[in-house]
């Protein structure tokens, strides 16, 4: 194994200097999530209070932070922006906030690939990307995460042939257990770059991500109510025949939103403001965080909410560069649990969700999403092998969710289903093992660079194993 420095990995993307990790916080700010010394997520369904903290400004940097806090006994995890559900960064150690360790560090034209720091969010990437000409070719809906915790945790969008942010990653740079700092890529290091692309940080810190780009191109949205029952007859062929495809299903009703998302030649024709202002920010968050806010004080009004936001969004079409058509605002705040399911098996499953969520008369305000992928070769990849469909649920944050989720979630493993990483489920590692070919390649690359777990916690103990 081959410890290398280059030039992302000694350079200072922020101004100023880090202090000393004795027991206190180091770098300019707390950074993201971190009040009175301790770290909460975006949901709030996860809280840490680590021993140290650093908001470090090159990999170096946190490479000797790192050796210094295993040789201390300290456990080591690196947090994002905390849009993750599950306590997969939640440490009592050391706690590295990535935020000075952003920005674009180089391109390769003929490669066609463009390389990042681990702490820049999707927002500036995808900023970034456009103001040169280029673009991802999918992402996910939303762009507050750090590209190091969105392909960690398997963040994915909706794609007929274009897979997850994971998958489109040609290289990272890892500092390990033992305080190096790996360059990893398919000719590089290349079991550890097949594993550390989806690692769950298992297998140490991300501090640079190399993505496959191409020029920067149009997307058509149509974004149009359908009827439930039509939704689920022409699946396959609505899938089949559009670049990107997902709905929202609204519990308690018949009524759908479909999104189809497909290039176009062109030429623009973006959301006016006030009309994207409208939908966007007064329809789906502000009424929509109300009514949410409603039916969790009052839970006989929300098949009746349900109804009149099933009616409220109306058909548009738009076109646009990439990330503004993939991605929107997600202000209202909420808890989620998704599942992977071989796609041929999405439909029956959506049916029986539909049918539990009436037998238990639960009263659900929030949508169902179903969104696709393509088969991918990535070890933990939820898609890793297998054409799939994603059926995600979601509860308004405070509001009861345990008897649906569980309800849910024995659907959803009766068909096979791979619970997303980055979101709540109750599976161990003895029954993800068997949904995964690849599940002891990845086990032992983690036990050849992280042999005492100073990466390991509490969830990745229950996911992993010991």
């Not at 470090?56 to 300290?74: H, N």
């Not at 009766?414 to 590692?429: E, M, N, Q, S, Y």
Request: aromatic share 6%; hydrophobic share 40%.
């Amino acid at each position: 194994m081959r410890a290398t420095t280059n030039s992302s990995s000694s350079r200072n993307t922020s101004s100023g200097t880090a202090g000393s990790t004795d027991g206190r916080t180091t770098g300019r700010t707390t950074g993201r999530g971190l009040r009175g010394g301790a770290w909460r997520n975006w949901a709030g369904t996860v809280t840490a209070r680590p021993a140290r903290t650093l908001a470090p400004a090159s990999a170096q940097e946190l490479a000797e932070a790192v050796a210094r806090a295993a040789a201390d006994g300290l456990k080591v995890k690196a947090v994002g922006s905390g849009h993750s559900f599950t306590a997969a960064a939640a440490t009592d150690g050391l706690l590295v906030q990535p935020q000075r360790l952003t920005g674009v560090l180089g391109r390769d034209r003929a490669a066609g690939t463009v390389t990042v720091a681990a702490g820049t969010t999707l927002r500036q990437l995808n900023r970034a990307l456009s103001a040169r000409g280029l673009s991802l070719t999918n992402m996910g809906d939303i762009m507050e995460q750090t590209v190091s915790g969105a392909i960690s945790t398997g963040t994915h969008g909706t794609g007929r042939a274009s897979a997850s942010l994971a998958a489109q990653v040609r290289g990272l740079e890892l500092v390990t257990a033992d305080g190096s700092v790996l360059t990893c890529g398919p000719e590089e290091n290349a079991e550890i770059f097949a594993a550390a692309r989806l690692g769950l940080g298992a297998l140490g810190v991300i501090t640079a991500v190399t993505f496959a780009v191409e020029p920067e191109f149009l997307l058509t949205a149509r974004e149009e109510p359908m009827p439930l029952d039509a939704v689920r007859e022409d699946f396959e062929a609505l899938v089949e025949e559009n670049e990107h495809f997902e709905f929202y299903w609204f519990p308690h009703t018949t009524s759908c939103i479909t999104k189809r998302n497909n290039r176009a030649a062109g030429p623009p024709a973006p959301l006016g403001r006030a009309a994207g202002w409208v939908q966007d920010e007064l329809l789906s968050n502000g009424v929509f965080r109300a009514a949410c806010a409603l039916g969790r004080t009052v839970p006989a009004t929300v098949p009746g909410i349900a109804a009149l936001a099933g009616r409220a969004l109306s058909a548009r079409t738009y076109t646009d560069v990439p990330y503004k058509v993939f991605t929107s605002p997600r202000r209202v705040r909420f808890v989620e649990m998704e599942y992977a399911l071989p796609r041929q098996a999405a439909m029956e499953a959506l049916s029986e969700l539909e049918a539990m969520i009436e037998r238990m008369r639960l009263r659900v305000s929030f949508p169902v999403e179903v969104r696709t992928a393509p088969a991918d070769d990535v070890p933990l990849s939820t898609a890793q092998g297998r054409e799939t469909a994603y059926l995600a649920v979601h509860m308004y944050r405070g509001t009861p969710y345990r008897a649906y989720f569980s309800a849910a979630e024995r659907i959803m493993t009766a068909h096979g289903g791979r619970p997303h990483w980055g979101k709540l489920h109750t599976r161990d590692a003895g029954h993800l093992a068997a949904l995964y070919p690849r599940f002891k390649e990845f086990t032992a690359v983690r036990d050849r660079l992280d042999p005492d777990r100073v990466f390991g916690n509490d969830y990745l103990r229950r996911v992993l194993g010991e």
